[in-house]
């Protein structure tokens, strides 16, 4: 006569274990199927709404950029003849009306507008402060935005491709 042998399934442990290994591949595959979100390295730029308009006259810009110095230095053509405003800290004080905005590692010279040779602003190295004005070339030199100027404070605009007339400067920390 045959033996008749009874077949046992495997240990309850062996089936979790093999479902815990089957969900890790269906993750694995799922993650590995899906489409990769691109990285952002840059805040997006904001601009406030344009203001009354202007006489046909005028060629001032009809909004202000509220951009970080490292894009304004990265793509400077992007920028120039805007109006924008930002906050940065102050790199480096070289003359009386011209200081250093950085952020980023990029550096971006800025000059006290005219109405800045009445009222005195003290601005020093390592303060965060908020600025807005115009972006210039530097082959932009006009004597009726920034007044008169010291012989340093124009050689800095000349070794610079692109400088900021301020126009308006909040100091918002002390180093």
């Known amino acids: ?9 495997p240990p309850m442990w062996v089936w ?19 489409p990769i979100a691109p990285v952002v390295t840059s805040p997006p730029m904001v601009t406030a709404p344009a203001p ?4 046909a ?9 509220v951009a970080p110095v490292a894009l ?16 940065a800290r102050v790199a480096d004080v070289p003359t009386d009306r011209g200081f250093y905005l950085e ?16 009222k005195q602003v003290n601005v020093n190295a390592g303060q965060m402060v908020r600025v807005s004005g115009v972006v210039r070339a530097s082959s932009k030199l006009d004597e009726a935005e920034v007044g008169s100027l010291q012989p340093a404070t124009r050689d ?20």
């Open 16 to 34: 979790i274990v093999g479902a815990i290994i089957a969900l890790i591949v269906i993750f694995l595959i799922w993650n590995w199927m899906r």
């Open 57 to 65: 006259a005028s060629t001032a810009p009809a909004t202000t950029a």
């Open 103 to 118: 952020e980023n590692g990029r550096r971006m010279l800025a000059i006290l507008g005219k109405d800045f040779t009445e």
């Open 52 to 55: 009354a308009p202007a006489p």
């Open 72 to 87: 304004i230095v990265a793509v400077p053509a992007d920028y120039f003849d805007r109006d924008v405003s930002g906050t």
């Open 1 to 9: 006569m045959a033996e008749v042998y009874d077949k046992k399934s």
């Open 156 to 175: 800095l605009i000349t070794k610079e491709p692109v400088y900021l007339v301020v126009k308006q400067v909040e100091i918002l920390a002390r180093p």
